[in-house]
């Protein structure tokens, strides 16, 4: 029997190494097979044979081990090793690799599998498969309005690729940027007179700059426009008058004004709103101006500036004076400009137009091409900045916009046909939308929610497993959720081919989640995760096995040799 039993051992130990081989033979046969785990072949010892049983200590002697001889091995396990494959770009989006433990969740013929390997397609249908078998990938389909249902109840992932959004129409725009505090101001501040007045002794009253001044002519004044403090236009006329003086006396010359309206065309209308005179001095040695400024107010027109006379002189030269209104200075609009769209998806160019009024206080105006439509009558207003130079209260044709936060909005006609629209102008609040400091003045739309009818174009499929779609109008939408399934005991699974698997009596089952930080697995798109065997290992393990293989074969070789010998007694 002895003899029997090292053969048996040997048998045994050849037909395990045999499935190594098998096991290593698989391992290599799928070194470039994606998703692909390699497994391992651990062994066992079988039962062994008692030939003497072990005895206890006593007073008077020792103990004893026991004796056994073993009768070959076995083999203890399969294993696969689900370290991470390395990653192999592809470019194709819909490739995508797992990195982490979770799977690829399948549904083939009303079963659910799972898988590693993750190339695939999107067919006919539009729904994204395995193109071996034609597996469908589980996820969640995204509402009209690309928003993911919660839980884990799974459906085919399906995209249809001739879906098309319907236009959005604009509803509210978004504004930032900064205001120069230090801009020129649209009011007009000073008015400077320049030039000179001829010294002379005439022989009756001169006037300047042409004969006795008179309303309905323009060559005996000098007209100018000036703004009051919301920007509204006026003319100020100026004209010199030189009272005769006996020789050799100097004459002495007075400045005049009046300030009239303007109607819509810039003709000056109705009588003065305001006039007055000054009587001027000079250095009787140099000619210069020795006249104090002259501060102008017209309360109820709001208008406030100041007549500054020290450009004046007062030489033997000819008569040649000029009004310069703030030193030559002009204020210049801050503009800004978005796109917007009506109910049919036409687009349309919204301007903002921003002109500095006072100090901390500007005003705003909205426009639009007359093309494309028209603007309600109360498209303008003012901004007021508090001293941090941040927005402090909006008004809108002359009423305080009351809303928290104060968002004014325009009505729009488009000419297209499309229905009637109003617009939000969000100006923002804080430091997060139009400011005031001493920063350059730059205003820009940062977005507005509205879209022109567009085509799906491209898809996207990001970390999280959403599947993105890029429409012909720039604008995304999410469309679908690949989702992942882990298991307790990854080992428990078993293999059914096409890189797919499906769960057994020690696997648990499926934990069901989106990729992320629940799964603790991400997708990676536009690659593919290849086989994490290594074949250098393999190659080990071959040699091990063929020499463990070769030993048992000695083993039986000799033992037969031991029993050639035994039946050989008898001769």
Do not use: C
């Amino acid at each position: 029997m002895a003899l029997l039993n090292s053969l048996f051992a040997g048998v045994s130990g050849l037909r395990n190494n045999q499935s190594t081989m098998d096991v290593i033979g698989n391992n290599i046969a799928n070194v470039n097979t994606i998703g692909f785990k390699s497994s391992r072949v651990t062994f066992s010892d079988t039962f062994n044979q008692f030939v003497k049983s072990g005895t206890s200590a006593t007073e008077t002697s020792g103990g004893t081990n026991s004796f056994q001889i073993g009768l070959g091995m076995k083999i203890n396990s399969i294993d696969r090793n689900w370290a991470q494959g390395t990653f192999e770009r592809t470019g194709t989006t819909t490739d995508l690799a797992l990195q982490g433990q979770g799977l690829f969740i399948l549904k083939s013929n009303g079963q659910q599998f799972y898988s590693r390997a993750g190339a695939f397609i999107f067919d006919e249908d539009g729904k994204l498969v395995n193109p071996q078998n034609g597996a469908i990938v589980q996820g969640k389909v995204a509402n009209g309005l690309g928003e993911i249902a919660a839980g884990t109840t799974l459906q085919d992932v399906v995209i249809d690729k001739n879906l098309r959004l319907p236009a959005v129409k604009t509803e509210e725009t978004k504004w930032g940027g900064n205001l120069q505090s230090s801009s020129t101001t649209i009011r007009t501040d000073t008015v400077e007179l320049v030039g000179n007045l001829k010294r002379e002794s005439p022989a009756a009253a001169a006037a300047y700059p042409g004969a006795a001044y008179n309303s309905s002519d323009p060559t005996t004044y000098t007209a100018s426009k000036i703004y009051n403090k919301d920007g509204v236009a006026y003319q100020l006329r100026s004209y010199y008058t030189e009272t005769a003086a006996t020789a050799p006396a100097v004459g002495a010359w007075t400045y005049n004004y009046e300030i009239y309206a303007l109607d819509a065309s810039g003709n000056p209308t109705g009588s003065a709103l305001g006039n007055g005179t000054q009587p001027l001095t000079f250095d009787a040695t140099t000619g210069e101006s020795t006249t104090n400024q002259l501060n102008i107010e017209v309360a109820a027109e709001k208008i406030d500036f100041k007549l500054n006379f020290s450009s004046l002189s007062n030489l033997a030269a000819d008569n040649n004076v000029v009004d310069r209104i703030d030193k030559g200075e002009k204020a210049e609009d801050v503009p800004g400009a978005v796109t917007i769209y009506d109910s049919l998806g036409n687009a349309h160019t919204l301007s903002l137009k921003f002109k500095h009024l006072d100090s901390n206080r500007w005003s705003w105006e909205a426009s639009i091409p007359g093309t494309s439509g028209s603007l309600g009558t109360n498209a303008y207003g003012e901004i007021y900045f508090d001293s941090n130079g941040q927005i402090q209260s909006i008004w809108q044709a002359g009423n305080q916009v009351t809303s928290s936060p104060p968002v004014p909005s325009v009505q729009f006609v488009p000419s297209s046909g499309a229905e009637t629209q109003v617009i939000d102008l969000n100006f923002g609040t804080g430091t997060s939308g139009v400011t005031q400091t001493n920063l350059t003045s730059q205003v820009a739309a940062l977005s507005q929610d509205g879209s022109a009818s567009a085509a799906l174009s491209n898809l996207n499929i990001d970390q999280y497993g959403n599947i993105i779609g890029i429409f012909s109008n720039g604008t995304s939408r999410t469309l679908a959720q690949i989702m992942v399934a882990t298991f307790a005991n990854l080992n428990g699974l078993v293999s059914v081919g096409d890189n797919m698997y499906n769960v057994a009596a020690n696997s648990g089952d499926p934990r069901i989640d989106a990729p992320g930080e629940s799964s603790v697995t991400t997708i990676q798109s536009g690659a593919l995760e290849q086989s994490n065997v290594d074949l250098s290992e393999e190659f080990t393990r071959m040699i091990v096995s063929q020499r463990g293989f070769q030993a048992n074969a000695r083993v039986i070789t000799t033992a037969d040799q031991l029993l050639q010998e035994i039946t050989q007694l008898v001769r």
